[in-house]
């Protein structure tokens, strides 16, 4: 959440590395009953740990049998039964989204959690709402599932649509990551500082491409621009769909800065195509070179958190097993390694914690939206 007041309100965001094999007892540690997690070894077959799953669910240590924890006694569902597939819905163009997707699918099939290839239809277009609209239309299919994040808590408020994130039913937060503004090696522009104060100079001549409209990108230009006192006017900012539409526009040049998720940037940073300018992380990256803008003497950091809804018709044994799917995943070497390879901050919450999230976090990102303007 974003660690700076304005309007009252506090408010806390892919490239994507492959999901690599991991020691069976990696990372698993010995957890006794009344602490235990999904995942968390244990050392008798057959016993509960009451209340420890996810929406107050039983945890039972069972002998795993697929993926990195085989052979290995853990706390587990019982009644858990993998995934098929997911037929996912992706709310923009490659990139971000799907790359997020495409890492979880992976990440369950390395875990044995689910047994063929998942798919993607991409529905790109006003702030991630015709990807949500196609998705509510449909109906009871337990293999669909959307990608969302606060890009599309944004979008909505940004093109005041009237649908409802909350009319799909929500599985798990799994992440949150940072972004970062770049410039190619060639710019002008050595700091932070240096691009916002060309855009208190030079406002609509200053142009930042990033993604959609109301999205975390443009939010945090928006941020930015009124912790520097710019005027929400002066700000030139070019919409996207996806941070690789907006490297690639970084490279052909006509624009100044660009702005998206860091792991989308990493590789074009590494091969010394593009400079960052800042990241929006609270301290620094471990897997990506850049300074964050406090350390630059700009008071912001702000994150895009990233999750799952399903079909709201699914009975409610097909919601609770996609809740301990997921559960399950967290837990695992797999999705550990997944999150330290990307930088990416573990803030997980399913079932119940995830709405709980969603139903505090819609009204605060609606405020900051219209707290900056847009």
């Known amino acids: ?21 991991v020691a069976p ?18 050392v008798k ?38 995934l098929k597939t997911i037929d996912w819905t992706i709310p923009g163009n490659p990139g971000g989204y799907s790359l997020t997707a495409d890492v979880v699918s992976k990440a369950l099939k390395t875990e044995g959690l689910m047994t063929d290839a998942h798919s993607m ?17 449909i109906k009871g299919k337990p293999n669909a599932a959307l990608i969302t994040g606060i890009a599309m808590v944004g979008g909505m408020a940004t093109t005041k649509s009237k649908l409802n994130l909350m009319d799909s039913f929500p599985v798990a937060k799994i992440m ?7 410039v190619p090696t060639s710019s ?19 142009a930042v491409v990033g993604g959609n409209a109301g999205g975390v990108d443009h939010q945090i230009m928006g941020l930015l621009a009124k912790e520097k006192n710019i005027p929400i006017s002066k700000l ?10 907006v490297a690639a526009q970084l490279l052909a040049g006509g624009v100044a800065a660009g702005i998206s998720g860091s792991t989308e940037f990493k590789p074009f940073v590494e091969s010394g195509k593009l400079r960052v300018l800042g990241v929006s992380s609270q301290k620094r990256l471990k897997g990506f070179k850049g300074k964050t803008f406090i350390e630059q003497g700009v008071n912001l950091y702000y994150g895009n958190w990233r999750g799952i809804m399903v079909p709201p018709d699914l009975t409610a044994a097909e919601k609770l097993n996609w809740l301990k799917v997921m559960d399950a995943l967290h837990g695992t070497p797999t999705w550990k390694s997944t999150l ?25 990102v609606n405020g900051v939206i219209k707290d900056i303007g847009l």
């Open 1 to 21: 959440m974003l660690k700076k007041k304005f309007a009252g309100a506090l408010v806390a965001s892919l490239a994507l590395s492959l999901v690599g094999a």
């Open 25 to 42: 007892t990696a990372n698993a540690s010995l957890k006794p009953a009344n602490i235990a997690n999904a995942g968390d070894a244990c």
């Open 45 to 82: 077959a057959g016993r509960e740990a009451k209340g420890r799953g996810v929406n107050g669910t039983n945890l039972t240590c069972t002998k795993i049998t697929t993926g990195t924890l085989a052979g290995g006694l853990h706390w587990w569902y019982s009644d858990l039964k993998p």
């Open 121 to 137: 239809v991409y529905k790109a277009g006003a702030g991630g709402t015709v990807g949500l609209a196609a998705f509510q239309e």
């Open 176 to 182: 949150r990551e940072y972004n970062a503004i770049v």
């Open 188 to 206: 002008k522009y050595r700091s932070l500082n240096d691009l916002l104060d060309d855009i208190s100079a030079n406002g609509k001549n200053v």
């Open 236 to 245: 030139n900012y070019v919409v996207l769909s996806g941070g690789t539409s």
């Open 340 to 364: 330290k390879a990307n930088d990416w901050d573990d803030e997980f919450a399913a079932g119940d914690a995830y709405t709980a999230f969603l139903n505090k976090e819609i009204p605060v």
